[in-house]
């Protein structure tokens, strides 16, 4: 037998019946006014159409209603009890019948079955039979911005408020700070820790940018919900209020995480910025910080960058961005859809080859037009006014805010699947994003996140595979290996072709990576080939202190601000309903929040 039911979901009340769309509703109230069908029967209680042509039509399944009456009771309660009792008296009919006298509105609760709905509905004394609708606390997770359809992160948020999910585990932002105080977050910021060396920095926030990053990551308010909206926060302050930060400061960071990542629950960690000086990751520092985190079971997440000219290739030469262990973002433009058929890679989203050799960005998300958290007071605000869309919000565009939406993307799948590895979680992104045919090739990577399909893996692939055979026992002594990257260079030299068993079609098979998408015209061999590892890479020239003199090493890293890339938000539309609701089995409110439309009572 079949339960009919609705939620309440972000203070709009969403039927969860399969024909009930707004189109069948309007047919439906026209069709009863004007000519019932066969074996309708009208009521003298008001009833909403939608649940008396369901109950008419299901007079076998059940539905939980509150009925009101007028008149006289009995010694059980109040007439519309007494009505509840009488009709169900000899057929209950599986249903429970009368569950509850409701006093103040002269009314029960009930459960019924649709053909007594339909008797009860024309009783003497019965006033109104309305939906026994779920409610939840006035607020509630919903965005009106098309990004968090378009990377499938809305997948994740029902079962947040049906609390089917478990705990996400810790994000933490490497940033510029997080104002804790905002509702945003609801208390879910465990920790701040303060490392910047630099002069100039307010407590809390004062740039703005950790706070938009974390709202996007894992805000909660209603309007404005992240991708991972119950993920608790933890801000490592490493910028000052104009956003800069030292290399030192930004490894004291990661220095951090790596000691607190089991104390905290830290299994994901946003890098929203990069180097100033072109890096590789034989020497790096800071390159060798986030893989120690990536090897000890962090997720390490990076914005590309946001120096890309006219879409054209610009390469990746900045550390943590470069390495090729972590999550490298780049920013997708939507183009004002859902689908991704005509998505393109924002202008200014770097992308191309590292200095090593390495393609870059594996994946994008949305960046831009994005809506988010800032202190009122920040620079960020000081310097962007136009750019303010409601007290305490904004709108910016760049990979910086890409990166985000990934990162809660990861601390979904965590819940999800809580003994991934970094390296399954980066498989699972990849093997399932979609593909963007109108893209530049290597500007989007294998194409854009689907969160929601990711989660839906069980065994997804190794895409680090060919780089973890270069792992070794740390010299230092800890518990994490190392990347060896003077033998991983001696292979590369030796053979363009050493990581095809990992990368190419015969590890991630033809369907999901053939030629035509993502396979060979991106992890092939031609990607390690003369092109990439060529002398011009290789040679004394390359290395020499033209490019890696003190000249090039700045003592600062700077965050990937918004470039002034600015218009409308990409906000939800009738389409983007319809796209959301098909692709990932969500009922869409005209709020933005979303109910689950493949859920059963229990």
Known sequence: MRRLHITRVGGTTTWLLAALVALATAALIAASAAAPSAGATSSSAYVPAPLLAQAQINPSAIFEVIVQGSGPG??????????ITAETASDHGNAIGLKRQLATISGASAELTGKQLVKLARMPGVTAITP???????????NTQQWPFASGVVKGWPSVTN??????????????????????????????????????????????????????????????????????ILSLDVMDDQGMALTSDVIAAADWIYQNRVAYNIRIANFSLHSTAPASVFWDPLDRAVEKLWFSGVVVVTAAGNYGVDGQPSGIPYAPGNDPFVITVGANDIDGSVSPKDDLAAPWSAYGYTIDGFAKPEMVAPGRFMVGPVPTTSTLVQERPTSVTAPGYMQLSGTSFAAPVVSGAAAYLLAVHPAWSPDQVKGAL?????????????????????????????????????????????????????????????????????????????????????????????????????????????????????????????????????????????????????????????????????????????
């Open 74 to 83: 009995n010694s059980s309660g109040n007439a519309a009890g007494a009505a």
């Open 132 to 142: 026994d609708a779920r409610i939840q606390a006035t607020g509630g997770l919903s």
């Open 163 to 232: 609390g089917k999910l478990a705990q996400p585990p810790t994000i933490a932002v490497v940033d510029s700070g997080v104002d804790a105080t905002r509702a945003d977050f609801g208390g879910r910021v465990v920790k701040q820790v303060t490392l910047t060396a630099l002069p100039g920095n307010s407590a809390g926030d004062g740039r703005g940018h950790g706070t938009f990053v974390a709202g996007i990551a894992a805000g909660s308010a209603t309007g404005y919900t992240g991708a991972a909206p119950s993920a608790k």
């Open 430 to 602: 990849m093997l399932t994003a979609k593909a963007l045919p109108s893209a530049r090739p290597l500007s989007v990577g294998v194409g854009e996140i689907d969160a929601g399909k990711a989660a839906d893996l069980t065994s997804p692939p190794n895409p680090n595979g060919a780089l973890n055979r270069f792992l070794i026992p740390d010299p230092n002594g800890s518990s994490t290996p190392v990347f060896d990257a003077a033998s991983w260079g001696s292979a590369a030299q030796t053979d363009a072709s050493w990581g095809a068993a990992s990368w190419g079609a015969a590890s991630w098979g033809a369907a999901s990576w053939g030629s035509a998408s993502r396979g060979s015209t991106y992890w092939s061999a031609a990607s390690w080939g003369s092109a990439s590892w060529g002398s011009a890479s290789w040679t004394d020239a390359s290395w020499g202190a033209a490019s890696w003199g003190a000249a090039s090493w700045g003592a600062s890293a700077v965050a990937d601000n918004a470039d002034g890339e600015f218009g409308q938000p990409e906000l939800l539309d009738p389409l983007a309903e319809l796209e959301a609701e098909a692709e990932l089995g969500l009922s869409v409110n005209p709020d933005g929040s979303v109910s689950d439309s493949t859920a059963t009572t229990p």
